[in-house]
Nanobody, 121 residues
Framework: QVQLVESGGGFVQPGGSLRLSCVAS????????MGWYRQAPGNQRELVAT???????TYGDSGKGRFTISRDNAKNTVYLQMDRLKPEDTAVFYC???????????????WGQGTQVTVSS
């Protein structure tokens, strides 16, 4: 069984910064792609950014320019540094990861429970 636990969300004023973290734990053999997605009320979940185990990052339109994704493979952790936040960034941010689990090394996509980010003055 695998768990993804996000942290770091909260309330911030426009122009502020937040750093999200997501830690994976459980019967993990290997973690491939890790990423951040967000869902605002009434909207579909959208890609913010993903990062491969090699460190190669890909950004969705919502993450380009102000957000930076990184990961620490030794800690099974992915981060999202969000700067110059805007009210339209308000959403629930979800961590997702492609993980191979023991004992059969099957690969599945796992999701965290989400962390709320609210940007408002």
């Amino acid at each position: 069984q695998v768990q993804l636990v996000e942290s770091g969300g909260g309330f911030v004023q426009p122009g502020g910064s937040l750093r999200l973290s997501c830690v994976a734990s459980g019967n993990i053999f290997s973690i491939y792609e890790m990423g951040w997605y967000r869902q605002a009320p009434g909207n579909q979940r959208e890609l913010v950014a993903t990062i491969r185990e090699s460190g190669v990052a890909t950004y969705g339109d919502s993450g380009k320019g102000r957000f930076t994704i990184s990961r620490d493979n030794a800690k099974n952790t992915v981060y999202l540094q969000m700067d110059r936040l805007k009210p339209e960034d308000t959403a629930v941010f979800y961590c997702g990861a492609e993980i191979a689990t023991l004992p059969d090394i099957s690969v599945s996509k796992y999701w965290g429970q989400g962390t709320q980010v609210t940007v408002s003055s």
